[in-house]
């Protein structure tokens, strides 16, 4: 079995696949990550960026490589990938391909916790969210479009088409789930119940 990869931002991944491609200083970083609708996927801030880029450099996964200076502009430090640095950037993004990672949405508490509102009212947050979702997927299948239009690759886009097809899957459920609390169909019942009690723990651990 391979050496697992260590744990790295979703930040930190981006500025190492962008610096893969060529040097950049981190104004430039965040520009590009824009452009390409990173930050559909990340958080991104300046302040994170900064912190990002000196922790890459400190481990010796990025260096400077010259400074930049453009009429009054602060002089801006260019950065490049170095060999650890991209060692790294392929062996975890080979790890998150191959191995499932636990993680703990806000969606799912929601719903663990539901049966602390009367069935009406939890209806009602549900279609809003489906609502939300429905917006969230015509605004991206919008921008996969004007970029498939201007000749950018499905394979350069496949993180927005695996977007959309999770985010209307979810529409999907959770439209389900507001019907059958509607109708009645889904047992509306608060606090733990001795069933609740007896499911303790049966389900296994799941993913890692």
Do not use: C
């Not at 970083?29 to 559909?40: I, N």
């Not at 993180?159 to 389900?176: C, F, T």
């Amino acid at each position: 079995m391979s050496e697992l990869a260590p744990d790295i931002s979703p930040l930190a991944l981006s500025v190492l696949e962008l610096l893969d491609e060529r040097p950049m200083h981190p104004y430039e970083l965040a520009a590009t990550m824009k452009d390409r609708h990173h930050d559909e996927f990340i958080r991104l801030n300046f302040g994170s960026l900064y912190h990002t880029v000196d922790v890459l450099e400190r481990e010796g996964r990025i260096v400077r490589v010259e400074r930049e200076k453009e009429g009054r502009r602060p002089e801006r430090t260019i950065y490049r990938l170095t060999d650890s640095g991209r060692e790294l950037l392929v062996r975890v993004v080979g790890e998150i391909l191959a191995r499932p990672k636990r993680d703990y949405p806000h969606f799912a508490a929601g719903l663990m916790f539901m049966h602390h509102l009367d069935a009406t009212a939890a209806a009602a947050r549900l279609r809003d969210r489906a609502e939300a979702l429905g917006a969230a997927i015509d605004k991206l299948t919008r921008i996969m479009g004007e970029l498939r239009t201007e000749g950018v690759s499905r394979l350069a886009l496949i993180e927005l088409e695996h977007k959309i097809a999770m985010l209307g899957a979810e529409r999907a459920w959770v439209q389900k789930l507001e019907s059958e609390i509607i109708d009645g169909r889904l047992e509306w019942t608060g606090g733990i119940d001795a069933g609740a009690e007896r499911l303790r723990r049966r389900h296994g651990t799941g993913a890692h």
